[in-house]
């Protein structure tokens, strides 16, 4: 698989990561642990060298997973984690306090099974800290050697210039997709700018964008998605027009809608790298191959012209996660 830089750090990773908060958090049962374990060796033998994971995500027992799928090739992937929740539970509120940053990595490093964590985020932005001392925190641990880049998820512009005057941002997470493009008003000329690579989770619009969800699709009661006003049945059945469009367009170029839409994602700029997850090796499969899929100028104006007049339906969070948002 092609290589991508996260902005001018230069760090370097495969074109397509992997998230891995689906196969234990989020969307669900867990998956079993040899089946989770196999799917992240897979996608290591099929290119994949970033990986994402998070304190939060199941109060670390998917970076514990992580750490036990990558043991015997950690030396050639990059590994993503993040802090910011008190003990690893989004439920219970922020903590960016820098002893607790320090204790959180110190956690994670021991969890992985691993000296340095390649990119370590910010999960959100606590605002009863300031982001000058969250970004010294974190520049101290890379002076230390537990940390290599530092990175931060769904912040506001003015905080990612804050943390970069401190500490050089190497990468933001934040949404983006074809159902998903606010990043595209304000921030991207941030990034562009100050040099910070994109990383975009929910690239398939958290599995609406494949076409395997409508409006009879039911969750499990587990399912975050079943509080995503974007998820509701009116507005599922409303948004289907977006899997429409990009089903035609993919049939035209003999590929899948998620193919598709992770070949549009990588072609807004070459510092973007998808992070798509699921729970199956014959998806995986599929959306690494997006990376063999060249979308030509005029395939981009068509895709642009066929959304022109779409607008999506439902908010992307409830209100009480969009309140932790763009901070």
Request: aromatic share 8%; with cysteine; net charge neutral.
């Amino acid at each position: 698989m092609k290589k991508r830089k996260l902005g001018k750090s230069g760090l370097e990773v495969s074109a397509i990561g992997f998230g891995c908060m689906g196969l234990t958090f989020g969307y669900g049962p867990a998956i079993n642990e040899p089946d989770a374990i196999a799917l992240i060796q897979r996608a290591y033998h099929c290119g994949v060298t970033f990986f994402d994971t998070a304190e939060a995500y199941s109060k670390g027992v998917n970076e514990e997973l992580l750490g036990k799928a990558v043991r015997l090739f950690r030396d050639k992937i990059v590994i993503a984690t993040k802090f910011g929740f008190k003990g690893g539970d989004p439920s219970i509120g922020l903590d960016s306090q820098p002893k607790s940053i320090r204790s959180m990595v110190d956690a994670s490093l021991q969890r992985l099974k691993t000296d340095v964590i390649d990119l370590l985020y910010q999960h959100r932005v606590d605002t009863n800290v300031p982001m000058e001392d969250v970004a010294g925190t974190v520049s101290d641990l890379i002076k230390e050697g537990k940390v290599k880049h530092f990175g931060l998820s769904e912040a506001g512009i003015q905080s990612i210039k804050r943390a970069h005057s401190v500490q050089p941002v190497t990468a933001l997470q934040n949404e983006y997709s074809l159902w998903w493009r606010e990043p595209e008003q304000e921030l991207m000329k941030t990034l562009e700018e100050l040099e910070i690579g994109l990383v975009a989770f929910s690239p398939l619009g958290k599995g609406f964008l494949t076409g395997a969800i409508n409006e009879s699709t039911t969750f499990d009661a587990n399912d975050f998605r079943n509080i995503v006003p974007r998820f509701s049945e009116e507005n599922r059945k409303a948004n289907l027009v977006v899997v429409k469009r990009i089903q035609e367009f993919a049939e035209s170029k003999n590929a899948t809608a998620a193919q598709v839409a992770l070949a549009w994602v990588m072609a807004q700029k070459p510092w973007i790298v998808p992070i798509p997850g699921t729970t199956k090796i014959h998806r995986l499969e599929e959306n690494l191959k997006a990376e063999q899929l060249t979308l030509t100028p005029n395939d981009l104006s068509e895709i642009e012209n066929a959304f022109a007049s779409i607008e999506v339906q439902g908010a992307r969070y409830p209100p009480h996660l969009q309140a932790r948002v763009g901070k």
